[in-house]
């Protein structure tokens, strides 16, 4: 792995995957000013690939698709992300494709996807799932940019405009740090002449960010009526240290411990196994750049909700309380190490992961070190980040009937 600056001055991370047929690139855009309005930056991803001053949106999705080439951009909380793959010998051909998008999209779909977005969104939050997230993120996120979820974006996405996103856009291009990761196998000179081809009217500017640090001040407890929900739906969270804490890989380990390492997990085996309480719990760890949450989630009988709730504050405490032992903390690190590995199988995984560490400001390195800050977590260290992180204040958020609300 080798990292370069283009004349540009974004960064390059190369990667050599001999003998793979595939090149696979990511191109990152950090995400530096809070959108105005929810929905901004979510109609702005998502007319990407409706159009450019070349191709039309039905012409550049015949020509993805005549010349097996997967391009599309995703956007998360920081950043907005183009992923491109191809065959080796086509990579330069999906990179003038790819620049037309970055570079030359209209934006002249405007109006139709945001009509799209809004059906979308409300089919979504007739789902009971959904709708006790939407609740959940809204007030764990309370007055911030990670808090604009659908609900949100459906009481501003009408006075949102085409200016709006186009404004959006320009600054996102010319005004925002930028990371390029390529893997596969290719000729180191031949991609370098490439990205300067297609690329180099777009140029890193090292900007410091305007979204402001998340704060949860104060514990709230969330209720949300749905008559025809069959199960009631449970999130329980808390803010934690992030990616960039010394603490991140005992939290990941712990997270592993108490519900995402599926079948093994504690709260799995206890609420679901041994208690029958649910089909679905689980665990979660969502880092990004100004915040990061711990949570708990549990999809049960509405008339459970006690119960299931009693559940979790007795595996919590346990962890908090108990010291784990050596097995369960080898068992743990073996499943996320080896969950992580399997993650970076493919060329597009590792473009992928490498960018996001290099964008984070970790180094595109960072997954190696990170296995081996995994390996070092200790038992002690399991039960110091449990009780840093599961204590007030914290939100609960619990939709279901209204008559079952009352238990709570």
Known sequence: ?????????????????????????????????????????????????????????????????????????????????FKLQCLNEDFEKGLEILSDIILNSTFDEFDKEVIKLKGEIQAELDEP?????????????????????????????????????????????????????????????????????YFSSIHNTDTKSNIPYANLKETKLIKIEKEDASQAQIIQGWHVPTIFDKDYPAIMVMNTMLGSSGLSSRLFLELRDKKGLAYVVRSSYEVYDKAALFNVYI???????????????????????????????????????????????TNLQQASMIAFYEDKGLGCDYEEKLINLIKSVTIEDVQRVANLCIKDPYVLTVLAPKEYLAQI
């Open 299 to 345: 999809a049960t009988e509405p008339k459970n909700i006690k119960t299931s709730l009693e559940g979790f504050k007795i595996e919590l405490d346990k962890i908090k309380n108990i010291p784990v032992s050596s097995e369960e903390l080898e068992n743990a690190k073996n499943n996320l190490i080896g969950k992580r590995q399997f993650f970076m199988e």
């Open 129 to 197: 799932k959904s709708k006790a997230m939407d609740g959940f993120y809204k007030n764990v996120y309370e007055n911030h940019p990670y808090g604009h979820t659908y609900t949100k974006i459906l009481e501003d996405i009408d006075y949102i405009t085409k200016d709006q996103v186009i404004d959006a856009y320009k600054k996102l291009i010319t005004n925002s740090s930028k990371v390029i990761s390529v893997v596969g196998d290719f000729d180191e000179e031949n991609v370098k002449s490439l990205l300067k081809k």
């Open 1 to 81: 792995m080798k990292k370069i600056i283009l004349d540009n001055d974004i960064p390059v991370i190369l990667k050599n995957n001999k003998n793979t047929p595939r090149h696979a690139l990511c191109f990152y855009f950090k995400i530096e000013e809070p959108e105005s309005k929810a929905g901004l930056y979510t109609i702005l991803n998502r007319l990407f690939l409706q159009g450019t001053k070349n191709r039309s949106s039905e012409k550049l999705a015949q020509e993805l698709d005549e010349n097996a080439i997967d391009c599309y951009s995703e956007m998360k909380h920081d950043f907005v992300r």
